[in-house]
């Protein structure tokens, strides 16, 4: 089994910064994707961004491009989304999720989902 703990989220005013963090422990393969996904309330879990672990290819939702930025430290197993030029409507519960299928941006290629992590971005 895999666990993944997402921390990092927020309160923060447009245009603001946050960090969100997914560290990973238990069962690991060869070759995976670590992703990020956010729901936001009243709408339908949407792909924001994904690393491949060995090479560390990146993918971004156009709605992110320019102002995430997905990154990996392999020694902590860890899987960081720094998120800058915050809008009201990046609010959202954002998921990180191992998954070795592909594509990246599809939710049902994931088999581990963290708990979430709200992040609230004021005007």
């Known amino acids: 089994q895999v666990q993944l703990v997402e921390s990092g989220g927020g309160l923060v005013q447009a245009g603001g910064s946050l960090r969100l963090s997914c560290a990973a422990s238990g069962r690991t393969f060869s070759t995976y994707v670590m992703g990020w996904f956010r729901r936001a309330s009243g709408k339908e879990r949407e792909f924001v961004s994904a690393i491949s672990w060995s090479a560390g290819n990146t993918y971004y939702a156009d709605s992110v491009k320019g102002r995430f930025t997905i990154s990996r430290d392999n020694a902590k197993n860890t899987v960081y989304l720094q998120m800058n030029s915050l809008k009201p409507e990046d609010t959202a519960v954002y998921y990180c999720?191992?998954?070795?299928?592909?594509?990246?941006?599809?939710?049902?290629?994931?088999?581990?989902w963290g708990q979430g992590t709200q992040v609230t971005v004021s005007s």
């Open positions: 999720a191992l998954g070795i299928r592909w594509p990246v941006s599809a939710s049902t290629n994931y088999d581990y």
